[in-house]
Nanobody
Framework: QVQLLESGGGLVQAGGSLRLSCAAS????????MGWYRQALGKEREFVAS????????LYADSVRGRFTISRDNTKRSVYLEMYRLKSEDTAIYYC????????????WGQGTQVTVSS
């Protein structure tokens, strides 16, 4: 089992930035592929970004590419999402996700952290 705990959400003005963190416990962190998803009110959960076990293989949704950066620190068992030039449409609950395989379904989910971007 893996437990995921997100932090860093909040209220920010459009054009601002935020850094989300996700701390993992349970299974060895270095075997986990990590990702971020988000769900806006009334919409389905959508993929934001993912990163491979050793920190490479970054993938981004088209809507955030060039504005968001995913990274990880295996020594701290944490993954991060740095968000720049935020837009009102980035408002959502952001979820951390993990899986023990390089591809496939996400096995573990955090509780989420709210990001609100005011225009």
């Amino acid at each position: 089992q893996v437990q995921l705990l997100e932090s860093g959400g909040g209220l920010v003005q459009a054009g601002g930035s935020l850094r989300l963190s996700c701390a993992a416990s349970g299974r060895p962190f270095s075997i986990l592929t990590m990702g971020w998803y988000r769900q806006a009110l009334g919409k389905e959960r959508e993929f934001v970004a993912s990163i491979g076990r050793s920190g490479g293989s970054e993938l981004y949704a088209d809507s955030v590419r060039g504005r968001f950066t995913i990274s990880r620190d295996n020594t701290k068992r944490s993954v991060y999402l740095e968000m720049y030039r935020l837009k009102s449409e980035d408002t959502a609950i952001y979820y951390c996700a993990a899986r023990s395989t390089q591809v496939g379904r996400w096995e573990y989910w955090g509780q989420g952290t709210q990001v609100t971007v005011s225009s």
